[in-house]
Structure formats: C-alpha cells, structure tokens
C-alpha cells in the first residue's frame, strides 16, 4: 500500500510546479470557501471589472489612454447602474408588493381549477391527493410569508448591506480596471520564477472566464429584454419580475429553466385559464428557451471548452452548495479550470519492475 501511495505521488507530485499549483488551489478555494460571504463586494467587483475589461481593451486598441478609457467605461457603468436604481428596481418591487397583496386570491383560483382535475382525470388523480396537494401549498406560502415578513422586519442591516455594496462595489471595479496590470504584477511577484504549468493554466482560464462572464452577462440581458417584450405583448401580469426570473434562470443551466417555467405558467393559468392566451404565453416561453439553447449559448459560448451536461449539473450543485449564488454563477468555469488542471498536470511515466525470465 505505501509503495503504491509513493509511486503516486511519485508521478504527479515530482514537479516543483505541480506542487505549487496544488497548493495555489488548495489556498484559493479554502479563502473563498471561508470567508466568502466578507469577500463578497469583491467577487462582485471584480466579476463587473472583467466584464468591462473589453470595452476598455476597445478603447485602448482605438488609440484612447488608459486612464480616459477607464473613466469613460467606469461613468458609463454608473449611469446604467443609476437608471436601474431610479426605473427598474421600483418597477420590479412594485411587482414584488402586487403579487403578494394577489396571492391570496390566486390560490382561491388554483384551489378551484385544481378541484376540477378529477372530475376530469378520475384515473389518475383522487380528491384526497388534490386536497392533500392544496394543504401542502398552503403551508409552503405561509412558511414564505412568514419568511418574507421576518425579512422585512429585520429590513436595516439589509438596507446597510446593501448601501455598503453600493458603495464598495463602483470604487472596487474603478480600481480593478486602473491598476489591473499593477495588481497582475504584484500577484506575480509571490510565484516562483520558473512557473511555464501555472502561467498555462492561469492564461487558458483567464480567457475562458472573461469570456464566460461576458457571454453569460449578454445571454441574461438578451433573455430578460426578449421576455419582457413577449411578456408585455401579450399582456402578462408582472412582465418586468417574470422577465427578470427568466434572465437570472440561466445563470443555471437546464435547471434554471425548468424552475422558472412554473410561476410563469402560474401566472398565466391564474390571468386566463387555460385559454388561448395562456397557450400562447406557454409557446412563446418555449420558443425563447429554444433559440436560447440552440442559437444564443453556441454563439457567445462557440470558444467554451466542451463539458459534458452530467459534468455540469455536478458542478452546480458541488460549487452552488458550497459558495450560494457565485458557486452557481461560476459553476462552469470552475469545472473548466478542474478539467484544464487535469491536462496540463504534469506526469511521469510509471515505473514498470523488469521481471527477468530464467531459461
């Protein structure tokens, strides 16, 4: 057992490099896992840093100093960020507060259109499962309630947390995209001078997770305009908080999706029955998660490296448990630096004993 355990740090521990680079990770992920939630403004930060990084690259290629072009992306940041502020978190809370003050009389409505299905299907649902099925809404919307209430009540450490990101957040991005080669620099300069494993590793996923981030900031943007439109078209109560769910839902891949798709139909079942309009409402839905699936995801992810779903689904729910929303918002790339570790990792041949034959 101790020469097998020998031969096998033998053949993936013998590089100096390899063994830097395992403890880069072990110390990188043991920090976030840690004290994640303290260094959550500068996730964020430096998530919003690396998606402005190309506009500021643009700028640079088109002869601006980078200082003026860091300025001109970071005001341009603080202006969308404003007008969110002002347009769209009132609307959305607006909707927030509507759809509570409704859901009382919306579960009257399901209740009712639940009690018909078996009169309708006798063969597969009884009176007792439905009852049993409405008892269990009840008491999963009262335990929410009960959440949301106990929430508010302690509202001003929210509030708090909230001005402190709204703070933090703009200086900590300001700075990532001023002093990024300053801050390259000095990371550097705490690395070994031979360091060819860890500079191959660091550029593949330094590509892949701007990339991502950037793609994936596009596709929440794309996904929530497109929505919103098609939700507004047809006259969907709460158009602006669906739209927004649909965005976020995919941040999550294949799951994202598929949880969103139940208060959408909720929504739609409870304005119009099962009408036209809510038929309407539920192809239109599945159109944009098709072209998002088969067109969008290929163009802004054509560079991603090829993971396989099963590998996927893992990782969300591996790095979602353990770090909340950035372990799902990062999922991917995580699992992509796992995978581009294990090629680049270097090995040594194992040693196989020559057994001399005897004639």
């Given at each position: 057992m101790l020469n097998v355990l020998r031969?096998?740090?033998?053949?993936?521990?013998?590089?100096?490099?390899?063994?830097?680079?395992?403890?880069?990770?072990?110390?990188?992920?043991?920090t976030v896992l840690t004290l994640g939630h303290m260094l959550a403004p500068v996730l964020a930060g430096l998530v919003l840093a690396f998606l402005m990084q190309g506009l500021v690259g643009a700028l640079e290629r088109a002869r601006i100093p980078h200082l003026v072009a860091v300025w001109l992306v970071f005001l341009m940041f603080v202006g969308v960020l404003t007008i969110c502020l002002l347009f769209l978190v009132p609307l959305l809370w607006q909707q927030v507060l509507t759809l509570f003050n409704e859901l009382p009389r919306m579960l009257v409505e399901w209740q009712s259109l639940l009690l018909l299905l078996p009169e309708r299907y006798p063969q597969l649902l009884t009176?007792?499962?439905?009852?049993?099925?409405?008892?269990?809404?009840?008491?999963?919307?009262?335990?929410?309630?009960?959440?949301?209430?106990?929430?508010?009540?302690?509202?001003?450490?929210?509030?708090?947390?909230?001005?402190?990101?709204?703070?933090?957040?703009?200086?900590?991005?300001?700075?990532f995209l001023k002093d990024r080669q300053q801050i390259?620099?000095?990371?550097?300069?705490?690395?070994?001078?031979?360091?060819?494993?860890?500079?191959?590793?660091?550029?593949?996923m330094n590509m892949q997770i701007a990339n991502y981030i950037r793609g994936k900031a596009i596709e929440i943007l794309i996904c929530g305009v497109v929505s919103y439109a098609v939700f507004a078209?047809?006259?969907?109560?709460?158009?602006?908080?669906?739209?927004?769910?649909?965005?976020?839902?995919?941040?999550?891949?294949?799951?994202?999706?598929?949880?969103?798709?139940?208060?959408?139909?909720?929504?739609?079942?409870?304005?119009?029955?099962?009408?036209?309009?809510?038929?309407?409402?539920?192809?239109?839905?599945a159109i944009i998660q098709a072209l998002d699936g088969n067109v969008?995801?290929?163009?802004?992810?054509?560079?991603?490296?090829?993971?396989?779903?099963?590998?996927?689904?893992?990782?969300?729910?591996?790095?979602?448990?353990?770090?909340?929303?950035?372990?799902?918002?990062?999922?991917?790339?995580?699992?992509?630096?796992?995978?581009?570790?294990?090629?680049?990792?270097?090995?040594?041949?194992?040693?196989?004993?020559?057994v001399e034959s005897v004639v």
């Open positions: 031969g096998w740090v033998h053949r993936y521990f013998s590089d100096e490099e390899a063994v830097v680079l395992a403890v880069l990770l072990v110390v990188a992920f043991a009176e007792e499962q439905v009852l049993r099925g409405i008892d269990f809404m009840r008491g999963e919307v009262g335990r929410y309630g009960q959440l949301v209430l106990t929430s508010s009540l302690s509202s001003l450490p929210l509030l708090l947390s909230l001005m402190i990101y709204l703070i933090l957040v703009p200086i900590l991005v300001f700075f390259s620099d000095w990371l550097s300069g705490y690395l070994p001078r031979e360091r060819a494993l860890i500079t191959q590793v660091s550029q593949e078209a047809l006259e969907l109560n709460y158009a602006a908080l669906m739209a927004l769910l649909v965005g976020i839902s995919v941040v999550v891949p294949y799951i994202g999706a598929t949880v969103v798709t139940i208060p959408i139909a909720l929504i739609g079942l409870f304005q119009w029955g099962l009408g036209d309009q809510f038929i309407y409402l539920m192809v239109a839905y969008l995801v290929p163009l802004l992810f054509s560079e991603a490296v090829n993971l396989h779903p099963v590998a996927i689904i893992c990782s969300v729910l591996l790095f979602g448990g353990l770090w909340g929303f950035w372990g799902v918002f990062f999922a991917i790339p995580l699992a992509t630096l796992f995978k581009a570790v294990l090629y680049a990792w270097p090995r040594r041949a194992a040693t196989v004993p020559v």
